[in-house]
């Protein structure tokens, strides 16, 4: 069954150190999307990506986030300079398409430890 | 504001009963509900879903309700097996506005032998 994969599994920084989290999408998708979880909390949404562009983000997608493809399979997301409470465990996930017909894929996330 | 809620954070079954998750949601514009499963250390799985034009939609051994008037959502989960322990969240989306889903806080489902 395809996945959406994540790496790397689990990511320890220093405070201020940039960061990039990576994912392989479904090769089939067109959406792709980060979300976040801090320990104990709901799964929040950070940002939609389509047509290689951003397609909505929340408030919580500040100037420190940014996402890119950088090719046809990855889909990245940097923080530029990391704060105690960007520890979280990050989730990228993708559909092929609208809400009609797309279920969301999830991968299994990348924890993220700011020190 | 908006806010997807459970009521419950934890519910215990035994193995082999019925399961009924609940969720609330203020949002009255909602239109799309989602049911989600995550298992410790994975990312949340796709149950099953419901859009706004129905009440009730069943699967393989799950049934979601939708009740509008009273904004409430519920996961049903048919002869609970040990292999459904996990958390469990609920997520709404307003599909004419909105890409993104809005998470409820989650009930863990705990199944004993």
Known sequence: EP?????PSHQVTQMGQEVILRCVPISNHLYFYWY???LGQKVEFLVSFYNNEISEKSEIFDDQFSVERPDGSNFTLKIRSTKLEDSAMYFCASRDSGWNTGE??????????VL | GESVGLHLPT??????DNSIINCAYSNSASDYFIWYKQESGKGPQFIIDIRSNMDKRQGQRVTVLLNKTVKHLSLQIAATQPGDSA?????????????????????RLQVFP
């Open chain 1, 36 to 38: 976040r979880q801090i």
């Open chain 2, 87 to 107: 958390v469990y969240f609920c997520a709404e989306n307003r599909e004419m506005d909105t890409d993104k889903l809005i998470f409820g806080t989650g009930t």
């Open chain 2, 11 to 16: 519910l215990s079954v035994q193995e082999g």
């Open chain 1, 104 to 113: 969301l894929f999830f991968g299994e996330g990348s924890r993220l430890t």
């Open chain 1, 3 to 7: 996945e959406v994969t994540q790496t």
